[in-house]
């Protein structure tokens, strides 16, 4: 019998996450996602907005 090496372990995921259609956070469009984790369609996250990590302008959020 073989013992499983810590790094073959995955973590367990909860009942919840699971794939399924998501609105991105970013565009609204609904996408599809592996999980709750991921909520910014990969459209969205291959825009060099994203890339360059700058938010977005005249999202009407808040300035400090």
Partial sequence: MTTPHPDNVSPAR????VPTQRACLRCKVPF???GFGERVCPRC????????GSPPRGDG???R
């Fill in 14 to 17: 909860s009942p919840r996450d």
């Fill in 32 to 34: 599809q996602s592996e």
């Fill in 45 to 52: 996250k291959g825009s060099a907005i994203w890339k360059s």
């Fill in 61 to 63: 959020g808040r300035q």
